[in-house]
């Protein structure tokens, strides 16, 4: 047993309460309330500015992304759920591939444009 007992759990509190509302209403929601918080007082707006960099949630980037984005109650009719559920499942695949195809379409072009730069920085006549 610890000497220090634990402070029993009371949940996220208001904070982590108003983080979920807006959480559920995205971007938009976030950016709303930046925008509020300027106009009541610019630290606030500030932080909330600074929270959604460091959260990651400006830029849309989630830490889930293993998980399926979307899951639909059942409608009762087995066959159609399962269709949906293989539609989904075959979307975000293929949404996932094609992330991965503009990264590697990128990188491509970083590299020409490297391999470019530094074939002119070789061309140059020494000074």
């Not at 930046?34 to 600074?50: E, K, R, T």
Request: proline residues 6%; charged residues 30%; hydrophobic residues 40%.
């Amino acid at each position: 047993m610890a000497a220090y007992p634990l402070a029993p759990s009371r949940g996220p509190g208001p904070l982590g309460r108003a983080r979920d509302w807006l959480d559920e209403r995205g971007r938009p929601g976030w950016i709303v309330a930046m925008i509020l918080g300027f106009v009541a007082f610019w630290p606030v707006g500030l932080a909330i500015l600074g929270y959604m960099i460091w959260s990651k949630r400006m830029f849309g980037c989630s830490t889930r992304s293993h998980a399926p984005r979307y899951r639909a109650a059942s409608t009762g009719n087995s066959a159609f759920d399962a269709y949906r559920d293989e539609t989904l499942k075959r979307l975000e695949d293929e949404h996932r591939e094609f992330v991965e195809f503009l990264k590697k379409l990128r990188e491509a072009k970083d590299k020409a444009e490297f391999d470019q730069f530094m074939q002119q920085r070789e061309d140059k006549p020494a000074q």
